[in-house]
C-alpha cells in the first residue's frame, strides 16, 4: 500500500497540489487496504505532498482502518460531531501551503467538494481521478490473483444456473440458487444485480428477472459476478433450452465470432477502441449491426465498471496487466438475445480470459 | 406522480428557481416512477416552473420511462455520444430565463454539477433537496402499502434465520438461507448487506458475518431488510441459543424497554430527539451508556437512511405519515450485542410498527 501512496505523493508535488482528498470507497480501499461502506457517512483519505495523510472514518469503524495495516493518522468522529470540524484541524496542524488542491471531481458531491474547497483561499482544483484512474488501470500480481478467483467464482454461478435449469421454473427462482450458492461459499456481495433472462427477456439488454417460466425453444441469458475481497468478476453466458431454430443458431454464432475476434485482438500495444469496432464489423456484416446496442466492454478491477473504457472511440493503447470484459451481443425483440463475456487480462504478448466457462453452442436438455 | 412534479414547480416557482436537476435513481424515480441503476451513466429529471421537464437516460432504457408511465419527454444517448449536449439543447429550446438554479447538493458529483452549471450565465444555486426532503419525509398511503409489505418480507427473513439456526452452522450459511427464501418470493435487492452474527462477533455494531459456527450460550443478530418496488425495510431481532447468562438477559431487558420507551414516544408533535434521548437515558441508567454508540434511528422510505434522522440532536417535530426505525443497541466485546429494531409509522394519533416479528426474549433450542 505505502508504494501506491508514494507514487500519488510524487504525483502531488509534480502537480504542485498541496492536499487531495480521496473520498470513494474504492480509490481510499486502493490506496489504504481498508474498504467499508459508509453508507451516508463520510469516509475519506487526505494525502499531502510531504506532510503524513490521515484516514477519517465514523468512529465504529476507526480500529478496523488500523486492523488494515493503516500505519498514519486516523480520526474517528461520531454521529453528532462534524467530521469537517477534525479534518480543518488536521489539515491545520500539517501547515500545508499552496492553493491548488485535488479530489474526484467525478465521485465527490457537491456538498462535499463545498466542504473541502473552504478550507483553503481561492483553491485551484485539480481532479485526482486522473493519477488514480491510471495507476489502477495496470494490476500487480497480487491484485489479479483476487481477481482469478473472483472469475472462477463467477464461472461457478454460471454451473448452477445451468444445473438447476428445468421446464417450468422461473427466472428468480434460478437466480436464487446462484446466489445461494454463492453465499455458502463466503459471498458476501454480489458485484451487480445478477440476470437470467428467458427468451423473449434476453432480448432487452437490461431486462430484470421475473416470474417468466422457462420452456423449450427459449434462450437463456445469465449475467453475473462476485465481489471477492474488494474485487470484482462479470461473466455473461447464453444457452439455447431443449431446441434451437436457425435463426438463433446463426445469432448464437455471430455473437461467439465477434467474440473471439475481439479476443485475438487483445494485446500489448493494440488500439482499445478496435477491439470494439472489429466485433461490430463482424456483427454488421450478419445484418444485425442495430441489435448490438452497448460497447464492447468496460474495464474491471475493484469497480465492475472502470477504465479503460471499451469503446470504439477509445485511441488509448492496450498494456500488460490491464482487465476488461469483452462482451458482444445481439438482441431481437420477438426472438431474444445472446450475449457472450468474458473477463480479459492483457499479458506479456497477448491475453488471458480470467473467466473459463465454455462458450461453444450449448443446448441444455 | 403529476401531483408531486406540481407541488416541486411550485416550490421552484417560489424560489424563482429557472431550472432544477435531479440526479439521484431515488429523487427520479419518487417524482416520474422510473426506477434503473445507470451505474456510471448519467440519467437525471430536469424540471422547470413552467416549461415541460425532461428526461435524460441511457437509450437502451428510454422506453422503460415510458412504460413507467411518464409522459413527458426522454432523451436517450448511446455510449458515444455526450449526454449534455442533447441537455443543451432541450433547455436552449425551453428559452430559460433567470440565473438561479437547484440541484441535489449532497447527492450529485462535482463534475456533473460542473456540466449543469456551465449551461448558466453566473448561475446562484440553491439545494433541490432542501424540498424534495421534505416532500418525501410523509408518505402517502401508496407508498404506506409497499412499506408494509416491505417489512413483511423482513419479517419473513427472521423467521428464515430462526429456522434456519443448529449448533455448527455458520453466519454466512444462515445469510445464504434467508436471502434464497427471499428471492423465491421475488426479492431481487436487499436493502443493505445483510447482518447474521453470533456470540462475541455481534458484539460489533459493524460485524461482518463469516465462518462462525453456533454455539450455546451465544447471541445470534440478525438485521436485514429488502427492497420491495422501489422502496425498504430493515428489522433487527436478537436471540439466544440454547442458554443465556444473567448478564446477557440484562443487556437483553435493558435494550427491549429501551426500544419501547422510544416507541411509546413516537406519536405527531413530539419531538424527534427526545425518541433518542428517551432510550438513551434508560441504557445509561442500566449502567451501558458507554456501549450504545449510535443514533436510535434513521428515516425509511426510498432509501434505508433518509429522513428524518433519528438523533437525540434533532430538533424537528413527528408528523403523521413520517416513517422511520428505532433501533437501540447495547455493545459489550466479550459478550456479545444486542439490538431489536422496528420500523415505525406516525399515525394520527401516536404509532405503528410496520415489522411485526415477535421481540420478547426468546431463547432458541
Known sequence: MNQRLDILKQWLKEESIAAAFINSTENVFYLTNFHTDPHERLMGLFVFPDAEPFVVVPGMEARQVKGAGWNYEVIGYSDHENPWEFIQQSINKRNIEGNTVAFEKEVVTYRRSENFLSLFNSPQILNVEDKL?????????????????????????????????????????????????????????????????????????????GDRTLKAGDFVLFDLGVVLE??????????????????????????????????????????????????????????????????????????????????????????????????????????GGVRIEDDVLITKDGYETLTAYPKELQIIE
Chains 1, 2 share one sequence.
Open 230 to 335: 474488494g474485487y470484482t468478476s462479470d461473466i455473461t453466458r447464453t444457452f439455447a433450452y431443449k431446441t434451437i431454430s436457425d435463426k438463433q443458431r446463426e445469432i448464437y454464432e455471430t455473437v461467439l465470432k465477434a467474440e473471439l475476434a475481439s479476443l485475438e485482438a487483445s494485446k500489448p500495444g493494440n488500439r482499445i477502441g478496435d477491439l470494439d469496432q472489429i466485433a461490430r464489423d463482424i456483427i454488421t456484416d450478419a445484418g444485425y449491426g442495430d441489435y448490438f446496442p452497448h460497447r464492447i466492454g468496460h474495464g474491471l478491477g475493484i469497480n465492475v465498471h472502470e477504465f479503460p473504457s471499451m469503446s470504439h472511440l477509445n485511441n488509448g493503447i492496450l498494456k500488460e496487466g490491464m482487465t476488461y470484459t469483452i462482451e458482444p451481443g445481439i438482441y431481437v425483440p420477438e426472438i
Open 133 to 209: 484512474n491510471e495507476m489502477r488501470v495496470v494490476k500487480d500480481e497480487t491484485e489479479l490473483e483476487i481477481m482469478r478467483r473472483a472469475a472462477k467464482m463467477a464461472d461457478f454461478g454460471v454451473e448452477v444456473g445451468v444445473n438447476a435449469l428445468k421446464e417450468g421454473i422461473t427466472e428468480m427462482e434460478v437466480l436464487a440458487k446462484i446466489e445461494y450458492e454463492l453465499k455458502k461459499k463466503g459471498i458476501r456481495e454480489m458485484s451487480f444485480s445478477t440476470m437470467v433472462l428467458f427468451g423473449e427477456k434476453a432480448g432487452d439488454p437490461h431486462g430484470n428477472p
